[in-house]
Antibody, heavy 124, light 103 residues
Framework: EVQLVESGGGLVQPGGSLRLSCAASGFTFSSYSMNWVRQAPGKGLEWVSYISSSSSTIYYADSVKGRFTISRDNAKNSLYLQMNSLRDEDTAVYYC?????????????????WGQGTLVTVSS | EIVLTQSPGTLSLSPGERATLSCRASQSVSSSYLAWYQQKPGQAPRLLIYGASSRATGIPDRFSGSGSGTDFTLTISRLEPEDFAVYYCQQGSFGQGTKLEIK
């Protein structure tokens, strides 16, 4: 079964840092690009970041550029999101999602499957 | 940056009816990258349609996608009770969503 499981969420103060992880199983992780998508409470979906299978291509949403860093470890079948200088508006459920577009392009492709999400709350 | 605008914001229909959801892009986009997702409360989104008109694995054939250029449509031919949810279109970034509710 193809599965993604996020972890690492929690409560953090404004200006703090947090590292999210996403464990992949059931497919050849090293063959797929991956993404992070977030959803603030009661709001819509916001794409956050993309990383190609070899980590050679990385994109960020403007809202997180310079503060968040996406990475992956293909040997560990894991995706990461290092979040620094966190703000109140970063409060959201963070999902990792596999990118099904078979080539690297200027934008992410379509996402399937998604993990169950991990909640990040930024508050003092 | 391309902005996707979905309409209506909320659609109230009854089971058995036909639902038509719209997604309009601020500039012409490649239909190859246009996708639709369904999200139910407390759940992760689920891919329904990719490449504007291809159904994802396991998606019932009452779901169909169409369109090109700047205008795309998700159609649910006959609504089942489990179809009432929020729907998002995506091309890189996401539209703001359409909530499909029971009338």
């Amino acid at each position: 079964e193809v599965q993604l499981v996020e972890s690492g969420g929690g409560l953090v103060q404004p200006g703090g840092s947090l590292r999210l992880s996403c464990a992949a199983s059931g497919f050849t992780f090293s063959s797929y690009s991956m993404n992070w998508v977030r959803q603030a409470p009661g709001k819509g979906l916001e794409w956050v970041s993309y990383i190609s299978s070899s980590s050679s291509t990385i994109y960020y949403a403007d809202s997180v550029k310079g503060r968040f860093t996406i990475s992956r470890d293909n040997a560990k079948n894991s995706l990461y999101l290092q979040m620094n200088s966190l703000r109140d508006e970063d409060t959201a459920v963070y999902y990792c999602a596999r990118d099904l577009l078979p080539v690297v392009t200027a934008i992410p492709g379509w996402f399937d499957p998604w993990g169950q999400g991990t909640l990040v709350t930024v508050s003092s | 940056e391309i902005v996707l605008t979905q309409s209506p914001g909320t659609l109230s229909l009854s089971p058995g009816e036909r639902a038509t959801l719209s997604c309009r892009a601020s500039q012409s986009v490649s239909s190859s990258y246009l996708a639709w997702y369904q999200q139910k409360p407390g759940q992760a989104p689920r891919l329904l349609i990719y490449g504007a008109s291809s159904r994802a694995t396991g998606i019932p054939d009452r779901f169909s996608g169409s369109g090109s250029g700047t205008d795309f449509t998700l159609t649910i031919s006959r609504l089942e009770p489990e179809d009432f949810a929020v729907y998002y279109c995506q091309q890189g970034s996401f539209g703001q969503g359409t909530k499909l509710e029971i009338k």
